[in-house]
């Protein structure tokens, strides 16, 4: 009886251990699911991350704006493009009619390249090759203030252009709101949030309330933006 019972137990045992080949086969599945959990966890802070450095590209490009603009100033007896005629180097009467292309045009040598007119988050639009034979609308994410006033350092220079009003994005061309325009950023860029450019230099991140803040701040009746 206690040989049965022991040749049993024996056999139980053998039958129970796995086979070298059922234990390569676990530690592959158990390999295999780490790396998915491990890709699921690190991609959304990947995406964060890109979309960190996006915005710092954006913000980088709108303070080397300024710069141009604050160096053509300098330049041109203190005025900015949009204040100076045509028949003097400047493009007045173009960006009062809603040209957005020859405000920067006019600055080509400050900004020495057209990528940096277009926001990084910006999908919809790519970077010109140069400032004449492919710089258009479609190439420039940035409005012009058709008012800025370099006396004001708070004024409206420059900044991110995807507006809409009521819900509805405003077009190209020159856009007209007054202080109490439901203004408000789309979703297209840096989600519900934008960047502007100020005639100080300094560019701030605004969100939809900050945004009807700033169009009371500038202390205009109307604020005239030329929009690509």
């Given at each position: 009886?206690?040989?049965?019972?022991?040749?049993?137990?024996?056999?139980?045992?053998?039958?129970?251990?796995?086979?070298?080949?059922?234990?390569?086969?676990?530690?592959?599945?158990?390999?295999?699911?780490?790396?998915?959990?491990?890709?699921?966890?690190?991609?959304?802070?990947?995406?964060?991350?890109?979309?960190?450095?996006?915005?710092?590209?954006?913000?980088?490009?709108?303070?080397?704006?300024?710069?141009?603009?604050?160096?053509?100033?300098?330049?041109?007896?203190?005025?900015?493009?949009?204040?100076?005629?045509?028949?003097?180097?400047?493009?007045?009467?173009?960006?009062?009619?809603?040209?957005?292309?020859?405000?920067?045009?006019?600055?080509?040598?400050?900004?020495?390249?057209?990528?940096?007119?277009?926001?990084?988050?910006?999908?919809?639009?790519?970077?010109?090759?140069?400032?004449?034979?492919?710089?258009?609308?479609?190439?420039?994410?940035?409005?012009?203030?058709?008012?800025?006033?370099?006396?004001?350092?708070?004024?409206?220079?420059?900044?991110?252009?995807?507006?809409?009003?009521?819900?509805?994005?405003?077009k190209s061309g020159l856009l007209e709101i007054s202080s109490n325009t439901?203004?408000?950023?789309?979703?297209?860029?840096?989600?519900?949030?934008?960047?502007?450019?100020?005639?100080?230099?300094?560019?701030?991140?605004?969100?939809?309330?900050?945004?009807?803040?700033?169009?009371?701040?500038?202390?205009?009746?109307?604020?005239?933006?030329?929009?690509?």
């Amino acid at each position: 009886m206690l040989d049965s019972r022991h040749e049993a137990r024996v056999s139980h045992q053998k039958t129970a251990a796995l086979t070298l080949e059922e234990v390569l086969v676990s530690i592959v599945v158990l390999a295999m699911l780490a790396g998915v959990i491990l890709r699921s966890l690190r991609q959304p802070r990947d995406w964060a991350k890109e979309d960190w450095r996006k915005t710092t590209w954006c913000v980088n490009n709108l303070k080397q704006v300024g710069l141009a603009y604050r160096i053509w100033e300098g330049d041109n007896n203190g005025k900015y493009p949009m204040q100076v005629s045509m028949t003097n180097g400047g493009s007045m009467e173009l960006v009062a009619a809603g040209n957005v292309v020859t405000a920067f045009q006019v600055m080509s040598n400050e900004l020495s390249t057209p990528k940096l007119v277009v926001c990084p988050q910006d999908v919809s639009r790519d970077c010109a090759t140069n400032f004449t034979t492919d710089f258009n609308n479609s190439r420039i994410s940035y409005f012009v203030a058709v008012d800025a006033d370099k006396n004001n350092p708070q004024s409206l220079l420059s900044g991110d252009a995807n507006f809409e009003i009521g819900g509805v994005p405003i077009k190209s061309g020159l856009l007209e709101i007054s202080s109490n325009t439901p203004m408000a950023w789309s979703a297209a860029r840096h989600k519900f949030y934008g960047y502007i450019l100020l005639a100080d230099g300094s560019v701030q991140e605004v969100n939809n309330s900050m945004l009807t803040n700033w169009l009371h701040q500038t202390g205009l009746a109307t604020n005239r933006l030329a929009i690509p």
